[in-house]
């Protein structure tokens, strides 16, 4: 039997004494392997005839790397896995609000170094964790700010009690660690001796300068004053006391605008905290319950502003809201 090569595409050939019905079915028998790269189909016809036979080249398939699939199909699952593990964590993380929503809270705003943050906090939660949240949103450590809500803010009362409604603003002044090492430590020893010469000097009430506006006497419209006491800030603008010139003057501490609003007769000026270099007060001999106050609007001592007959209780909370705590770190 004679047999044909067919290098692409397979031929059917038969034998040259025999011949193939056109009724017949072929249906394929057996296939043997050849060496030189053809296999030889053997087939046979149903009514029993010749068989054809068939040969065509063969093309090896190369065998898929299956571990490799076997890996790549387990990277994929354990990646879709993972993806899924993260986000039911992430689902999962939250910002410390999430307690808080199963409680009354409040909306506060919160102002600091010109900045505005938003912060929802439970009503019950005192002063001390109110600085503690303000120092997640701001950097600024509690012990260095002052947090002013109608005057100083107590750490150990709850908003609920200090009465802080949803909106409110809150003003937070002071200065990060960072700021306080920059100050130059030179700079410091100098106002240490400039207080201690200042010690030296003769009281302020007793110079001529001063004497002329306390020889006056107390006015008669001033507020009461407390003794070794110290009380938050009032509500309301302290009034009924004599500038340098020996005019009423009054001061309204403007915390949202972190502004000290100084009004006279004749006009109020708007001056900003920020831009107070320094206060500086001190007891009025024979009328210990009120001080004389000078507030430094520029470098120098001759830029003060001098204040007379301020209540003694409120000295230290002006000083706070002005200079703010973190002065004496």
């Known amino acids: ?93 939250s910002n410390g609000d999430d307690a808080d929503d199963k409680r009354e809270t409040v909306d506060l705003k919160i102002i600091w170094n010109k900045n505005k943050y938003d912060l ?68 410091e020893v100098i106002q240490q001796e400039v207080k201690a010469e200042e010690n030296k000097k003769e009281p302020l009430c007793r110079q001529k300068q001063h004497r002329k506006v306390l020889d006056k006497g107390k006015p008669e419209d001033i507020m009461p004053a407390i003794k070794g006491t110290k009380e938050r800030l009032p509500t309301v603008p302290l009034s009924g006391m004599f500038n340098k010139s020996g005019g009423k003057v009054r001061l309204t501490f403007k915390l949202e605008q972190d502004q000290l609003w100084i009004g006279t007769k004749e006009r109020t000026e708007k001056v900003p905290m920020g831009s107070i270099k320094n206060v500086v007060s001190e007891p009025i001999e024979g009328h210990e319950d009120y001080h004389m106050m000078a507030f430094q609007l520029g470098p120098t001592e001759a830029s003060q502003y001098w204040v ?22």
């Open 120 to 187: 929802k906090i439970p009503v019950d939660s005192t002063g001390a964790k109110l600085k503690e949240r303000i120092h997640s949103l701001t950097g600024l450590p509690p012990a260095m700010q002052k947090v002013m809500y109608k005057g100083l803010l107590p750490e150990d009362k709850t908003l609920r009690e200090i009465k802080i409604t949803n909106g409110a603003k809150i003003m937070v002044v002071g200065s990060t660690i960072n700021d306080v090492l920059a100050v130059n430590t030179p700079k």
């Open 1 to 93: 039997m004679k047999k044909q090569r067919v290098p692409v595409k397979p031929r059917m050939t038969r034998s040259r004494s025999c011949h193939i019905s056109r009724r017949s079915i072929p249906l394929p028998v057996l296939s043997l392997p050849q060496t030189d790269g053809l296999y030889t189909i053997i087939m046979a016809t149903q009514d029993g005839s010749d068989g054809v036979m068939m040969e065509t080249e063969a093309k090896p398939t190369e065998a898929e790397p299956l571990g490799e699939e076997v890996e790549k199909a387990d990277a994929e699952a354990t990646s879709h896995t993972d993806a899924g593990n993260a986000t039911t964590q992430d689902s999962s993380i």
């Open 308 to 329: 007379y007959w301020v209540p003694a209780q409120f000295v230290d909370a002006i000083k706070d809201t002005v200079l703010g705590k973190w002065q004496y770190f």
